[in-house]
Structure formats: structure tokens, C-alpha cells
């Protein structure tokens, strides 16, 4: 599989990958740098748009009518692509006033928006799962994350990693009763850990594995059928696009220079031809 960089954007903190269709735009941030970025992926070159937020936005979780709605520090937000304005439409109902910073999400088949925070120091204390519907942001009650990542719906489940316990997990969706929370795959004996992902239309699950060098393909079953290899140590999330082109963002964050001199196109976003083994 041939791997290039798509837009050598050198983000500190690459992540919230988004696709939107009737643009063809895909949507990125560089969490750190409060930046949102956008190219089409028919542009050949190596230029792009960038929009500075500023509240530490961590996903892009929709873009219609020249509005994107993401997720940052603060809550749910939307930016104007016309007048670059931002507005804060949801607040995150957090138990403690400051230290915490919205992580991984996802828009939901129901139309909800579900996300993870997490403290900026993650080993100290953990965040939590938050999901807005018909205008309200809950707190999703006896669910606690170090660090959640992942965020992928399947039919049945949600899979919600934590990458500070190097495991990923399955969530039912029944937000009526309670969640239940279930061991999906353990990683905590390698190197890496998980971080986002996707899947595609044959259920082949995608997760791009942070310190890993790669993105790990599993069936719903997690049996690992094959690995994508990228030439940086850091990939953050990844997003399938017409079912053959993987962007994969990434990331510089905690890399030493000696890191940073050997794996120079960390923070940038790679697009990987699949060709047809995303039909398997």
C-alpha cells in the first residue's frame, strides 16, 4: 500500500479528522495550536485552509451549510467558513471548573453528539463521556476515561478507547438504560496504544496506533487482519474516504528532537491508497 503526505500541515497534536462529502473537504485540528484546517481531496498540491480557534478544539463532528460544528475545551461549538466567527452552543456540564479539555467524539446515526474529556494531566484524574441530544449535554453517569479515543460506531456498540490503559472498549447504545462498559481488545503488554479511528463498510475496523508506526485493521471480533505502515511514530486518527483512500493525521506532541530529526513528517496528514483490500 502507498503511503504520501496529503497536507504537510506539521501539527503538534494532529487529530478530530472529518470527511465531508458534498464538499470533499476533510477537516482536521491541531489541538494544541487551537487550529482547524480544511482541503478537498481532488487538490493535488500542497496548500490548504487553516482557522484559528482558539478554545482547543479536539474534533470536527459535522460541517453543513458552511458551518462546522466541533467539539473543544469548552463544549459544543460552531465556526462560520464565511465570517469566521465562533460561538459557543453547548457548554460540558464538568463536575470541576478547570483542568479539563474535550478529547475524542462522534456524530452519532441518531443524530446525538457523543464525546470524552480528559485532565490535561492524565494520570492524575479522570474525564468523562458526555452526549448532547435534543439540546441538552448529559453526563453519561458511572463511566469514567483517562484518555478517550476511538469513537467509532458499529451496529450493535460503540468502541471508546483509553489510550492512558492501552485498551479499547465496547459500549452498548442503549443511552435510555444504563451503559455498560466491556473489555473489546488489550493492548497494555505492547508499545503503542490505541488512538482514533473508523470503519468501513465491510466492518473492518481501522485504529491508528499512537507510537505504533501504523494503523491496525480488526474485524468486529477484534482479530487483527492486517497492519498500514506509515513513516511516522505518532498516528492519531484516521478517516476512509470513497472506501480506498485512508487519511491518517498525526502528531509531534512529547517527540524528542532526536525523534523529530529521524521521522520528519510527523504532524502531517498522510493519505494511504488501500486499493482494494478495503473489499475484504
Not at 441538552?136 to 478507547?161: A, C, H, M, R, W
Request: net charge negative; proline share 4%; glycine share 6%.
Amino acid at each position: 500500500m502507498i503511503n504520501k503526505v496529503f497536507a504537510p500541515t506539521s501539527c503538534i497534536l494532529g487529530e478530530g479528522i472529518y470527511f465531508d462529502e458534498s464538499s470533499r473537504h476533510i477537516y482536521w485540528v491541531d489541538i494544541i495550536n487551537s487550529i482547524i484546517y480544511r482541503k478537498n481531496v481532488d487538490l493535488l498540491n500542497d496548500s490548504y485552509d487553516f482557522f484559528s480557534i482558539g478554545s482547543m478544539p479536539s474534533a470536527v463532528l459535522s460541517v453543513e451549510d458552511e458551518i462546522i460544528t466541533f467539539v473543544d475545551r469548552f463544549g459544543i461549538g460552531h465556526f462560520d467558513l464565511n465570517t469566521h466567527v465562533t460561538e459557543l452552543l453547548y457548554d460540558t456540564p464538568y463536575t470541576e471548573s478547570s483542568g479539563f479539555r474535550a478529547n475524542d467524539a462522534v456524530k452519532l446515526q441518531d443524530g446525538s453528539m457523543l464525546y470524552g474529556t480528559m485532565y490535561f494531566k492524565p494520570g492524575d484524574k479522570s474525564g468523562n463521556l458526555y452526549r448532547l441530544e435534543s439540546g441538552k449535554v448529559n453526563e453519561i453517569e458511572d463511566l469514567s476515561f483517562s484518555i478517550p479515543n476511538t469513537f467509532i460506531e458499529l451496529e450493535e456498540n460503540i468502541l471508546i478507547s483509553d489510550s492512558l490503559e492501552q485498551r479499547v472498549y465496547s459500549l452498548n447504545k442503549d443511552f435510555k438504560n444504563k451503559i455498560v462498559k466491556t473489555l473489546w481488545k488489550d493492548f497494555s503488554d505492547e508499545n503503542y496504544t490505541p488512538d482514533g479511528g473508523c470503519v468501513d463498510r465491510n466492518g473492518n475496523i481501522y485504529i491508528s496506533m499512537w507510537d505504533g508506526f501504523c494503523v491496525r485493521v480488526f474485524d468486529k471480533d477484534a482479530k487483527l487482519k492486517y497492519k498500514i505502515e506509515l513513516p511516522v511514530p505518532r498516528p492519531t486518527n484516521c478517516i476512509l474516504v470513497d472506501e480506498r483512500w485512508l487519511y491518517v493525521t498525526s502528531a509531534r506532541e512529547g517527540m524528542s528532537e532526536e525523534s523529530l530529526n529521524l521521522y520528519p513528517s510527523s504532524g502531517n496528514v498522510f493519505v494511504v491508497d488501500l486499493g482494494a483490500v478495503s473489499d475484504q
